[in-house]
């Protein structure tokens, strides 16, 4: 069956370190992996999906086939990064599933 | 705000007794998605509606229904409400199978 794991519930740094969110996945396709972010009082929004490739707010996510992981990463956390973040993997023919979420905690 | 409105932002029930949760899509989104979020369990997805049409179904119980009427507002209708039913609910919207726009949740609790 398909399924995201995000192994860690909570994930908590200092200011400037390096911050690695994990998440593993099982499909037997071809897989389309999201991050969405919620920050507090706010929506969940899109952070990034691996098609683009792209780096959001400094943070960037490769998808490892090999090791079905799609983990975001970010070389120096910053304060506002603080929020929860929520891995998801869109299933061809139906919605996004999402993993249980982590939440980033940056501190100075 | 043209982004999609859950409403009610709250709600508070007792056991037994049946709730409507009500979406409104971004404008020109045609699907609709709706999600719960408990604390133990993460955002769970319960079911998608394209266009006026059930596209797919996932964890929903027997107990809730939903419809997406012409005007793309959908309806997600609780009923027998159990204790553990108590959880956000999230609506979202998307032009097809591209992003998805979250709104604020409509949070349930019964007791």
């Known amino acids: 069956a398909q399924r995201v794991t995000q192994p860690e519930k909570l994930l908590s740094v200092f200011k400037g370190a390096p911050v690695e969110l994990k998440c593993n996945y099982s499909y037997s396709g071809s897989p389309e992996l999201f991050w969405y972010v919620q920050y507090s009082r706010q929506r969940l929004q899109l952070l990034l999906r691996?098609?683009s490739r792209e780096s959001i707010k400094g943070f960037t996510a490769d998808l490892n086939k090999g090791e079905t992981s799609f983990h975001l990463k970010k070389p120096f956390a910053q304060e506002e990064d603080s929020a929860m973040y929520y891995c998801a993997l869109n299933q061809a023919g139906t919605a996004l599933i999402f993993g249980k979420g982590t939440t980033l905690s940056v501190s100075s | 705000d043209s982004g999609v409105t859950q409403t009610p932002k709250h709600l508070i029930t007792a056991t037994g007794q049946r709730v409507t949760l009500r979406c409104s899509p971004r404008s020109g989104d045609l699907s609709v998605y709706w999600y719960q979020q408990s604390l133990d369990q993460g955002l769970q997805f319960l079911i998608q509606?394209?266009?006026?049409?059930?596209?797919a179904k996932g964890n929903i119980l027997e107990r809730f229904s939903a419809q997406q009427f012409p005007d793309l507002h959908s309806e997600l209708n609780l009923s027998s409400l159990e204790l553990g039913d108590s959880a956000l609910y999230f609506c979202?919207?998307?032009?097809?199978?591209?992003?998805?726009?979250f709104g604020e949740g409509s949070r349930l609790t019964v007791l």
């Open positions: 979202a919207s998307s032009v097809g199978e591209g992003e998805l726009f």
């Open positions: 691996h098609i």
């Open positions: 509606y394209y266009n006026g049409e059930e596209r």
